[in-house]
């Protein structure tokens, strides 16, 4: 397959920083004891990656819906958001994430051929949080994120497109979302099988990989 750059997701494609951002949600919750002690487990996290806020919010504090509404809601809302993110980023600066198998040997071997991008749908300060810890940061030409764009993720693909006047580019990820973003992108999709979802149907692809390490002998510069 011949292209002319990669974009990758992060959480379930690049590395898994579930156990760390269930560690610093739970710490996080102690803020909020009105809400009652909670301990968030990887799985509840693992269950959360790619959806959007008021969603993952509304699963982990269900008491949310049934207390707040409209503008209420909504400061409610991103006040948990900013001591969850903030508690999340501390923990994972320290104890950092757990890279897929293959991601470290393979990215500089891609990164050789051709640029390559992240586009995540994550707050501001995840993706360089990542990059740091997993020393990766060089490989990189450019990275976006909904806390940038504040837009749905097929926009945020876009956006690095436009920016880099990629001609022949593809989006890796690992849930049905991932796809379905590419889909309205316009930008075809190689499913990493390996991660966190199981339900990608192979309409949405061009290709599946069950090891990271497998895109270095499927992508032609």
Not at 94 to 99: A, C, F, T, V
Not at 161 to 171: F, I, P, Q, R
Request: with cysteine; hydrophobic share 40%; proline share 4%.
């Amino acid at each position: 397959m011949k292209f002319d750059s990669l974009i990758f997701d992060i959480d379930g494609t690049l590395w898994d920083a579930t156990g760390s951002c269930a560690a610093g949600f739970t710490i996080a919750s102690k803020q909020f004891p009105e809400y009652g002690c909670k301990h968030f487990t990887k799985e509840q996290i693992m269950n959360e990656v790619g959806r959007p806020l008021d969603v993952i919010f509304n699963h982990l504090y269900p008491e949310l819906e049934q207390r707040f509404s409209g503008e209420e809601y909504d400061r409610e809302l991103h006040r948990l958001n900013d001591i969850h993110t903030q508690c999340e980023y501390e923990y994972i600066a320290e104890h950092g994430g757990d890279l897929f198998p293959g991601v470290a040997e393979t990215i500089p071997v891609l990164a050789a051929k051709m640029p390559i991008f992240i586009v995540s749908n994550c707050e501001k300060g995840y993706i360089e949080l990542m990059l740091k810890a997993s020393g990766l940061e060089q490989y990189f030409t450019d990275w976006l994120c909904f806390g940038d764009t504040l837009a749905e993720k097929n926009v945020t693909i876009n956006c690095i497109v436009e920016k880099h006047g990629l001609k022949s580019t593809a989006y890796v990820g690992d849930i049905l979302a991932d796809g379905l973003s590419s889909q309205k992108a316009g930008v075809p999709f190689i499913a990493a099988d390996y991660g966190f979802g199981s339900d990608i149907p192979d309409e949405l692809c061009i290709a599946r990989i069950k090891e990271f390490g497998e895109l270095a002998g499927l992508i032609d510069a």
